[in-house]
């Protein structure tokens, strides 16, 4: 039975997109049939992520009015081969999307897919809604800092509420992706620790991805961290929350270089 996951945040530039890439990357190096949504109709920024920019004919709203077809609109990872995406649209805005073209393109996708992971747009907006709805699980990605958590816990009442699992009075399962975390920074109070976090949100931990210039590297080459530096700090701490996702309990730890070797800062049980 395949699984909907969206990953979505309150606030924009706290690395959603990054993570949704680097997180359907690593569940589908594990072997898992793997399908990344761009939701964020007119900035289009997963496919430039994924290195996929070029190879895009039709997106997300051909499929949904019924201009192309499915198959025509999926891309499939030329570094993997059980990970593909369905980019969005550049420019037209997210008006074209409709409730009942998400819904059938998400049917459409359950049958053929393990994961379908929808990056959504920031913010409580229609298009954040429609790539929320269908959803089985989320990730709520956060950076550090007071406005990024603060907006978040407005997402997760949204989650509570404006989903059809909600609808149907059952439980979506909430996790915590915490971004751009610097452990030196946080023990000096200049930005919240994970234990602050942890407190405002009250949501299980799925991962704490550490502050890093792989990060952006990756991005720059066209290409999700977790392939393209699959032993970085970074990309061992999406790893191991993609496998958090599929059920697996591990602890929760910042990983740190220190004299050659990993040093884990904090360790707590995962979602």
Same mark, same amino acid.
């Given at each position: 039975?395949?699984?909907?996951?969206?990953?979505?945040?309150?606030?924009?530039?706290?690395?959603?997109?990054?993570?949704?890439?680097?997180?359907?990357?690593?569940?589908?190096?594990?072997?898992?049939?793997?399908?990344?949504? +761009?939701? #964020?109709?007119?900035?289009?920024?997963?496919?430039?992520?994924?290195?996929? $920019?070029? &190879?895009?004919? %039709? *997106?997300? @709203?051909?499929?949904?009015?019924?201009?192309?077809?499915?198959?025509?609109?999926?891309?499939?990872?030329?570094?993997?081969?059980?990970?593909?995406?369905?980019?969005?649209?550049?420019?037209? +805005?997210? #008006?074209?999307?409709?409730?009942?073209?998400?819904?059938?393109?998400?049917? $459409?996708? &359950?049958?053929? %897919? *393990?994961? @379908?992971?929808?990056?959504?747009?920031?913010?409580?907006?229609?298009?954040?809604?429609?790539?929320?709805?269908?959803?089985?699980?989320?990730?709520?990605?956060?950076?550090?800092?007071?406005?990024?958590?603060?907006?978040?816990?407005?997402?997760?009442?949204?989650?509570?509420?404006?989903?059809? &699992?909600?609808?149907?009075?059952?439980?979506?399962?909430?996790?915590?992706?915490?971004?751009?975390?610097?452990?030196?920074?946080?023990?000096?109070?200049?930005?919240?620790?994970?234990?602050?976090?942890?407190?405002?949100?009250?949501?299980?931990?799925?991962?704490?991805?550490?502050?890093?210039?792989?990060?952006?590297?990756?991005?720059?080459?066209?290409?999700?961290?977790?392939?393209?530096?699959?032993?970085?700090?970074?990309?061992?701490?999406?790893?191991?929350?993609?496998?958090?996702?599929?059920?697996?309990?591990?602890?929760?730890?910042?990983?740190?270089?220190?004299?050659?070797?990993?040093?884990?800062?904090?360790?707590?049980?995962?979602?």
């Amino acid at each position: 039975m395949a699984k909907v996951l969206v990953v979505t945040s309150g606030k924009g530039g706290v690395g959603k997109t990054t993570s949704t890439a680097a997180l359907g990357a690593a569940l589908a190096r594990s072997g898992q049939n793997v399908v990344v949504v +761009d939701f #964020d109709v007119g900035l289009r920024n997963l496919d430039l992520v994924m290195g996929a $920019e070029r &190879r895009v004919v %039709f *997106d997300l @709203i051909n499929v949904v009015q019924g201009d192309a077809r499915l198959a025509q609109a999926l891309i499939r990872d030329k570094r993997c081969e059980t990970l593909s995406i369905l980019p969005a649209s550049q420019t037209r +805005d997210k #008006d074209a999307l409709t409730s009942e073209g998400v819904a059938k393109v998400i049917d $459409e996708l &359950r049958e053929k %897919f *393990d994961w @379908i992971i929808c990056d959504s747009p920031a913010g409580i907006e229609r298009g954040a809604q429609l790539a929320m709805y269908h959803a089985d699980a989320a990730v709520i990605v956060t950076n550090p800092e007071v406005s990024s958590v603060r907006d978040s816990d407005r997402i997760i009442g949204l989650l509570d509420s404006k989903t059809a &699992r909600a609808e149907r009075g059952e439980k979506i399962d909430k996790h915590l992706l915490l971004t751009r975390y610097d452990p030196a920074r946080a023990a000096r109070k200049e930005m919240l620790s994970v234990e602050d976090v942890l407190e405002i949100l009250s949501i299980p931990l799925v991962g704490i991805v550490p502050e890093s210039e792989d990060v952006l590297k990756a991005s720059n080459i066209g290409s999700p961290v977790t392939l393209a530096s699959p032993d970085s700090l970074p990309a061992r701490a999406y790893q191991e929350a993609a496998r958090r996702l599929t059920g697996e309990e591990l602890e929760v730890s910042v990983p740190i270089e220190k004299r050659g070797l990993f040093e884990w800062l904090f360790k707590r049980r995962g979602a």
